[in-house]
């Protein structure tokens, strides 16, 4: 990975998450934060990364993840530092890092800070870890958690935000729960900047802990740890390694229903509920969940709560914003192709010395990395070919079944392409008939947005920037057509004039149209702000994403079926053959890019083509 670093020779870490506490506090704004475990193995790390993405709607303050180093294994804590890299760098997440201390001497846990200052990561939770079976027979460097914050501050001062347990009922192994808040005070003293606490089941528990840190002179933000009940098995198993004794009124209430997993889920929804409507309430600024890897119940708190963002307007830009690094910092502007594969264009740019700031080419560099395997399936999971061929078509005998396919994905009946992993955009849905029929028509697309003129910016469809802007778009096409509907094409958008600008290529030919320059495609207007211009087509750019989306018919579409059967064949004729085009209506007043497709007459297809309405 490349380090970027300030002019100071620090490298830029994501926002310490005391500051992002700060400012909600300071604006009364309730918040979240979710916790999440190390998958043992790659796959389960792909469907956690897919996770991540998925409450990334919600707008969580911070990610949690765990230290893998359990059993004494120093070598799995590399597991954690590598997920919270990819997600502060992929997932755009802020992401709190947990490190444990007992097995490791203190030279190794110098090189894990190191690790993790080089890789942008600034937030670290403190924990002394499970004792290790040996105890009695080893000298250790670090014996409490407090002996971790100490190092970190003597050794790092202020660059890592420092966040430590808080235990609501006492650490099992202190003497009593008076001397374990002292020990609490004693790291807090030491440097700690916020207290996460660890399960409770009563929010007066939760209360009553803070009351006591409070009367001993501990004045950081304290969150509670909510572990949502999520089945039977796994209420018991948390509960003995946390040694938190399950409530009789709570083993009464889940036993009837034990063997029922939507019972069992839906009273931890009404019970967890209940919990944090009382801490807020009370005045706790933010919930902290502990997931166990899992989504729907927490998901269904969030929203119960009406926490979570799960809407276009509470986007700062169109795009997920980056956390770490001079991309965070600065990055403002990015071309609009890869909307749909964000992450490839995060890991294919993230050796720029610099990133676009205010209107692309100001500061761009000249290069993007060589398209490789890894970008094509960055957190993605090789999904069997044989559920692929379920959803992409058993057998493919010519171009109208590829047609089928990209209607059925607009339709919704097919969740994912090979260059859309999420299903249609909120904004596509607003053009979702008329992108139907012009993929009916043989010309599939993979990108698109509708035109949008003077909407505010908390549109909760097409919004981004927050509240008091205005912003606006230009209609957007991105497709794939055969050779016979690109001539046809080129022949029609020509009786425009400079209305649509337009950009086009074969896997190998020279990339033709009218585009010369970037273009805006979005842009919004904000009290005492400039214009901000986040999307753009840009011709340089499309030179190397077009390669990247070609590559996708063969790595992820065409390897599903057989070498030399028909259906590969197919796809390999298309990924030869046919062409890639991208198309903007400069019009945003009054323009409708679907009129230049209304007269086509697909002569080759048996099925009736339909007519594209305004």
């Known amino acids: ?37 190390p998958p043992k193995t790659n796959a389960g790390a792909v469907n956690l990364f897919a996770r991540f993405d998925r ?53 190794e846990i110098i090189d894990i800070l190191e690790t993790a200052k080089n890789n942008g990561i600034t937030n670290i939770l403190a924990l002394s870890g499970d004792a290790p ?30 966040s430590v347990a808080g235990y609501p009922y006492g650490h099992p192994d202190c003497e009593s729960y008076e001397k374990d808040i002292e020990y609490l005070k004693q790291k807090v003293d030491a440097g700690a900047d916020f207290v996460i606490s660890q399960l409770f089941f009563y ?79 009370a005045g706790v600024p933010g919930l902290h969940f502990y997931t166990l890897n899992r989504e729907v119940v927490t998901s269904r708190i969030i929203e119960e709560l009406s926490l979570g963002s799960d809407d276009a307007c509470g986007r700062p830009l169109p795009w997920r914003k980056a956390v770490v690094g001079k991309r965070g910092k600065k990055e403002s502007v990015r071309p609009i192709y890869w909307a749909n594969r964000s992450k490839s264009y995060l890991s294919r740019t993230e050796s720029w010395d610099d990133f676009p700031n205010g209107r692309w080419g100001d500061n761009r560099s000249p290069a993007f990395g060589e398209l490789t395997d890894y970008h094509v399936f960055l957190h993605q999971k090789k999904e069997k070919p044989s559920m692929l061929r379920k959803k992409w078509g058993q057998t493919l005998e010519g171009p109208e079944d590829i047609t089928q396919v990209f209607a059925n994905f607009i339709d ?19 053009i979702h ?109 499309f030179k190397y994403w077009k390669d990247e989306a070609f590559e996708l018919w063969k790595a992820k579409w065409g390897r599903i079926y057989p070498k030399d059967s028909e259906s590969r064949e197919l796809i390999n004729t298309i990924h030869d053959n046919y062409y890639l085009v991208n198309i903007v209506d400069n019009d945003f007043l009054n323009g409708n890019i679907f009129n230049i497709f209304t007269e086509y007459s697909l002569v080759e297809s048996p099925r009736e083509t339909p007519i594209l309405n305004e």
């Open 1 to 37: 990975m490349n380090t970027q670093t300030a002019h100071d020779g620090q490298p830029i870490g994501s926002e310490k998450i005391i500051n992002k506490i700060a400012k909600k506090m300071h604006d009364k704004e309730p918040f979240f934060s979710l916790e999440y475990f």
């Open 55 to 107: 409450m990334a709607s919600y707008e969580p303050l911070f990610l949690d993840v765990t230290w893998s180093a359990g059993g004494g294994n120093k070598k799995r804590g590399k597991r954690t530092l590598d997920i919270v890299r990819q997600s502060q760098d992929f997932c755009c997440h802020t992401t709190n890092m947990h490190l444990t201390c007992n097995i490791y001497t203190k030279e």
């Open 133 to 162: 079976d040996d105890e009695d027979n080893i000298e250790r460097d670090f014996n409490h958690a407090v002996d971790l914050v100490r190092l970190i501050k003597q050794e790092y001062g202020d660059y890592f935000c420092v």
């Open 203 to 281: 929010y007066q528990d939760f209360l009553k802990f803070t009351s006591d840190c409070r009367d001993a002179g501990i004045e950081c933000p304290i969150l509670p740890g909510i572990l949502p009940i999520q089945g039977y098995r796994s209420l018991r198993n948390i509960t003995k390694m946390c040694s938190v004794p399950v409530p009789q009124e709570i083993i009464d209430a889940i036993e009837p229903i034990k063997d029922d997993d939507q019972a069992i889920k839906q009273y931890g929804v009404n019970f967890a509920v209940d919990m944090c409507r009382h801490l807020l309430d």
């Open 412 to 430: 919704g009946k097919v969740d994912q392409l090979p260059w859309i992993e999420n299903g249609l955009s909120l904004e596509s849905n607003l």
């Open 433 to 541: 008939q008329q992108l139907l029929s012009l993929n009916l028509a043989g010309f599939w697309t993979i990108n698109s947005q509708p035109r949008v003129n003077a909407a505010p910016s908390n549109d909760p469809a097409i919004g981004w920037g927050g509240d008091g802007g205005i912003v606006y778009q230009k209609e957007y096409l991105e497709f794939f057509c055969s050779p016979s509907h690109f001539e046809w094409f080129e022949s029609e958008v020509s009786k425009y004039g400079n209305r649509f600008s337009y950009q086009a290529s074969t896997v190998n030919g020279d990339i033709v149209g009218n585009v010369t320059e970037a273009i805006a495609v979005t842009w919004g207007v904000f009290p005492g702000k400039q214009i901000q211009q986040p999307t753009v087509v840009d011709p340089t750019s």
